[in-house]
């Protein structure tokens, strides 16, 4: 199982699902705040609005992988970046790696172009109308592509994007996209580490009473294990998109 992981920390397209170990203690919930948190949405705009229809007026924050391999990422984007713009105490977008690859999309196509477009990207530049891009464009169609995707952009998304956290947290309730280091602190985790993940996340548990509230690898099924609560169920594949509420009692889980 870990090999699989690892794979997936590693960048590959790997999408196997993995299953959470068996809890070894118990996960300790102090939020100073409660709060609802969204695994990947993955360019799912139907569930995501069930969600949102769901969660309302309360604290929300959505773990990273808006967008990418779901067919309606134009339309995520804009619903988030509107919400989180009118309520921006109240909503809180993280970055993950497919926004990353995004950003790197536009400001390298050329070199990196090639690698977003294989992770889910053609599907998001479709959802934007440029449907038109080849399965492997050579320099010169990636540099036009990424040019007619800036145009695409609705003024200012652009540096909402650039601009989204890589973590949040609120009493030992740590959010991130893809995990940690289980042997350093919170504030001292890589970015890379936070939105791509560590090969010992899954295998080593913390030694102290952080928890991590967590998307990125697809998960058989949500669940809350030594201080991690996964939340990426594949909402892409059709398995719906998993959101977690927590507050002191615990964390209740709800699938849409």
């Not at 100073?32 to 948190?37: D, P, V, Y």
């Not at 619903?79 to 993280?94: D, F, G, H, I």
Request: charge should be negative.
């Amino acid at each position: 199982m870990f090999g699989k992981i690892r794979s997936i920390f590693g960048g590959s397209a790997n999408e196997k699902r993995v299953q959470l170990p068996r809890p070894t203690r118990e996960t300790i919930f102090a939020p100073q705040q409660n709060f609802w948190a969204i695994g990947d949405i993955h360019g799912c705009n139907d569930n995501l609005g069930r969600a949102l229809e769901h969660i309302k007026d309360q604290f929300v924050v959505t773990l990273g992988d808006m967008v990418d391999r779901g067919p309606h990422s134009a339309d995520v984007l804009t619903r988030l970046w509107r919400l989180q713009t009118e309520n921006p105490s109240q909503v809180v977008c993280l970055m993950g790696n497919h926004e990353q690859m995004l950003l790197e999309f536009i400001d390298d196509p050329a070199g990196l172009g090639a690698r977003w477009l294989g992770f889910g990207g053609r599907e998001t530049l479709e959802s934007f109308g440029i449907s038109d891009a080849s399965k492997r464009p050579d320099a010169e169609e990636a540099l036009e592509l990424a040019d007619r995707f800036e145009d695409a952009l609705p003024d200012g998304m652009q540096s909402w994007l650039r601009n989204l956290p890589i973590s949040w947290s609120t009493g030992n309730i740590w959010c991130v996209h893809a995990g940690m280091n289980p042997k350093r602190e919170p504030e001292k985790q890589s970015e890379r580490t936070l939105l791509w993940g560590h090969p010992e996340f899954y295998s080593a548990s913390r030694d102290d009473d952080i928890c991590v509230v967590h998307g990125h690898t697809i998960m058989e099924k949500a669940g809350i294990s030594d201080g991690r609560i996964a939340l990426d169920t594949g909402a892409y594949q059709g398995r719906g998109l998993t959101a977690g509420h927590i507050t002191t009692a615990g964390c209740t889980l709800r699938t849409f």
